[in-house]
């Protein structure tokens, strides 16, 4: 409840004897476990004045991670040093040059602000069938008992028509958002994330958004997605195969004995009626590791989720299991290969029609926060390749995630929280630079 044991940790640090380095450094990971980082990066500066003294390993790679959301990547980087499995990031950070490549294929990216973001959060979107479902936190018109996580709602599923679909409001650097919330439209997306230590303000501070966002319009864009009704708590991050056989993550009934409640696969069967045959799948273990975001190929006979399960190389690890048959049991769960998984969190999947796995690490070198990788699956299989760092202005220095395409893959979805930290959906068209032929004479 660490909406709660906040605001007491705020009242309580009013007093000036009260200053302690416990309540500080509680009050700096209620703040961070609810992504309010401006909050946390406050209290981190209280707590640690001279740099890193006395930081937990912890401790360090949130506040390099708070720094380089800001664009601040030599702070950043001085906060990674030294940490096992955060060596390559930390270089990164320090090296410009590195930095520039990752916007390699700026030109080709366009990439709108959906109309359906509202003041809560739009995430985790799946594009099927000309539907596209999301999931989001905007409050239901009955009403439920909230996330005392962060004092918002539990999330739930959400669907729309991709023809419902507009993204004619779009974000530019240039353009403000005053404070009577006046909009104003422009014509791509650009400059929101900056390179450089002199960044003042993090790219919320520069960013236009539409009007339902702006006055947190509680009128229901799109329909909660039927069948789920009985679905405890949070759910989402759904994947479907070609049968409609249909997955996604959910709480587990239950918390354990010690108030922990973890997160499990489920899956069911999905048609315009909503989900059925909901059952849980033989993942994961409600007393000790959370499984979570499916993502399914579409014959339905290749599984990956994500794991905190015991000796993992990091956080959260990528995981996956087969079967030759959908009508079969699935065989034995196998670690991802290929050098994916890191000291971080590797988490939110999606096998894409054209073969490739996408996913998101906060430990691979990237721009800062969760960055969206690719890689073929046959790679992953083979226990060979490398990972694809996707360029800005896909990736910023915020969490990027929950990547959906069509079967072209010039046009999808994702998720970003590079605007006010929340999380919201992006549109984006992938349109290949052309190649300019010059005319064979010397100058």
């Known amino acids: 409840k660490y909406s709660i044991a906040a605001d007491y940790y705020e009242k309580y640090l009013q007093k000036p004897a009260a200053l302690s380095n416990d309540a500080l450094t509680k009050l700096a990971d209620c703040y961070w476990q609810m992504r309010q980082y401006d909050n946390a990066l406050r209290v981190y500066k209280l707590l640690f004045p001279m740099r890193n003294e006395g930081a937990s390993t912890t401790e360090q790679i949130h506040i390099a991670e708070l720094f380089a959301r800001n664009g601040e990547y030599q702070q950043a980087s001085r906060w990674l040093k030294g940490i ?7 270089k990164v950070y320090n090296e410009k040059k590195s930095l520039d490549k990752m916007k390699k294929d700026s030109i080709n990216w366009k990439v709108n602000f959906l109309n359906i973001n509202t003041k809560y959060r739009e995430f985790s979107p799946f594009e099927l069938n000309k539907t596209l479902f999301f999931s989001s936190n905007k409050p239901l018109l009955a009403k439920t008992k909230a996330f005392e996580w962060d004092g918002n709602n539990f999330a739930r599923l959400w669907k729309i028509p991709v023809s419902s679909l507009d993204s004619g409001i779009i974000i530019q650097k240039s353009d403000t958002l005053s404070a009577k919330g006046k909009v104003k439209t422009a014509n791509k997306l650009a400059g929101l994330y900056e390179y450089g230590d002199n960044k003042q303000k993090s790219d919320a501070a520069n960013v236009l958004v539409n009007q339902s966002y702006i006055a947190g319009d509680l009128k229901p864009i799109g329909s909660v997605v039927k069948g789920l009704d009985k679905v405890r708590f949070n759910a989402g ?15 587990y009934p239950k918390a354990d004995k010690n108030g922990v409640n973890r997160i499990c696969l489920m899956e069911g069967f999905y048609d315009a009626s909503g989900v059925t045959k909901i059952h849980q799948l033989p993942f994961g273990d409600a007393n000790s590791y959370s499984v979570m975001h499916p993502a399914i190929n579409p014959d339905g006979t290749l599984l990956v989720f994500s794991s905190n399960k015991p000796n993992g190389k990091g956080g959260f690890d990528l995981y996956y299991t087969q079967r030759k048959e959908v009508n079969q049991s699935w065989d034995s769960v196998k670690t991802i290969g290929s050098d994916i998984n890191t000291a971080g969190n590797e988490v939110f999947p999606t096998i894409t029609p054209n073969g490739f796995l996408y996913y998101s690490s906060d430990a691979t070198p990237g721009l800062g926060g969760l960055d969206i990788f690719r890689i073929p699956l046959t790679d992953i299989l083979n226990g060979k390749g490398e990972p694809e760092h996707l360029s800005y202005p896909i990736n910023s220095s915020g969490d990027d995630f929950g990547w959906t395409q069509d079967s072209t893959g010039t ?22 630079t052309k190649q300019i032929k010059l005319p064979n004479k010397s100058f």
């Open 411 to 432: 046009k999808g979805y994702f998720t970003s929280d590079r605007l006010n930290n929340d999380d919201n959906l992006y549109v984006f068209n992938y349109i290949p």
């Open 84 to 90: 096992l499995g955060y060596e390559q990031k930390g």
């Open 237 to 251: 991050a759904i994947s479907v195969d070609k049968n409609n056989h249909f997955y996604f993550s959910a709480n």
